[in-house]
Nanobody
Framework: QVQLVESGGGLVQAGGSLRLSCAASISIFSIIPMNWYRQAPGRQRELVAT???????TYADSVKGRFTISRDNAKKMVYLEMNSLKPEDTAVYYC?????????WGQGTQVTVSE
């Protein structure tokens, strides 16, 4: 059964850092791209960052230069290093694969950035 488990969230002051982790029990993990998404209260889920199976990364304009996505194919893990956090980064963060590879969503991990 495919499972996504996100962790690493928490409460941090503006300007601080967090590192999120996603454990993905996906048999074809090493050959598919992976994304980090976030959903703030009252807002739609939005794409934050993408990493291809080859390691190419793309970011939403709102996080470019502050967030870094990475992956470890051997461990089937995806990471999101978040620096210079802002209150507007407050959201529940999720990982998943895009498009036809998308699977059931995990529980997400809450990130709260205070002023």
């Amino acid at each position: 059964q495919v499972q996504l488990v996100e962790s690493g969230g928490g409460l941090v002051q503006a300007g601080g850092s967090l590192r999120l982790s996603c454990a993905a029990s996906i048999s074809i993990f090493s050959i598919i791209p992976m994304n980090w998404y976030r959903q703030a209260p009252g807002r739609q889920r939005e794409l934050v960052a993408t990493i291809t199976n080859g390691g190419t990364t793309t970011y939403a304009d709102s996080v470019k230069g502050r967030f870094t996505i990475s992956r470890d194919n051997a461990k089937k893990m995806v990471y999101l290093e978040m620096n210079s956090l802002k209150p507007e980064d407050t959201a529940v963060y999720y990982c998943n694969s895009p498009g036809t590879w998308q699977t059931a969503w995990g529980q997400g991990t809450q990130v709260t950035v205070s002023e």
